[in-house]
């Protein structure tokens, strides 16, 4: 099998389990709805929550925000002030809202569905704006908006997120992309982001 039917036929076995599941998260208890993205079949979001560039009391955009796994551990590990978690499935809002209330964190994050930054107040201004973005270019024909997690034609979002997202960072704040190498090389991403004009860096890479 390629590396694209792998990842696409365990994107299918993460929605054959029983839901809700529940599952323990950096130590942490969470409760995973139906059609949202699984951090227990795709592990990258444990990668990434630890090596976020983040300080005590800072802010963060957690884009494409799934169950909220991301938002929620950085707010406790890193000690931030406030976090914003986007995304474009409903479930997933639905999801990250229920444990949100789990870990009694209602009055230091806040959800909102939005389309990359379509919903997101112009005036919101972040330390750090991170998107654990979709792996493949190209499009899934299913009613299933899971598939956004993973499919993204063009790079169209990806561009979006990068060029628009200038404009949320406090000063000295970062965007940083989340991707595997398993379908967008370092070399492509290094192409996108200097074609749109932006310095690129890498701040950490799994082995």
Not at 76 to 96: E, F, M, Q, S, W
Not at 137 to 165: A, H, Q
């Amino acid at each position: 099998m390629s590396n694209f039917e792998i990842i696409e036929k365990a994107l299918e076995n993460s929605q054959q389990a029983p839901f809700p599941q529940i599952f323990t998260f950096k130590e942490n208890k969470f409760v995973l709805y139906k059609h949202v993205f699984s951090p227990i079949f795709f592990k990258g979001s444990s990668v990434y929550v630890e090596h976020l560039p983040l300080k005590e009391n800072q802010s963060m955009l957690d884009m494409g925000c799934g169950c909220g796994v991301i938002g929620i551990t950085a707010l406790k590990k890193y000690k931030l002030k406030h976090v914003l978690c986007a995304d474009i499935n409903g479930y997933a809002i639905r999801n990250t809202k229920r444990n949100i209330k789990l870990h009694n964190l209602e009055n230091h994050i806040t959800v909102v569905l939005s389309d990359v930054f379509s919903n997101i107040n112009k005036s919101e201004k972040f330390d750090l704006v991170f998107w654990n973005a979709p792996y493949f270019d190209g499009e899934k024909e299913s009613d299933s908006v899971l598939y956004k997690s993973m499919y993204d034609k063009n790079y169209k979002s990806i561009k979006k997120f990068i060029i628009e997202g200038q404009s949320y960072l406090n000063p000295g704040g970062k965007i940083m992309l989340g991707f595997s190498s398993t379908n967008f090389s370092l070399e492509r991403a290094r192409a996108l982001i200097k074609k749109i004009g932006y310095d690129f860096e890498i701040y950490f890479q799994a082995t």
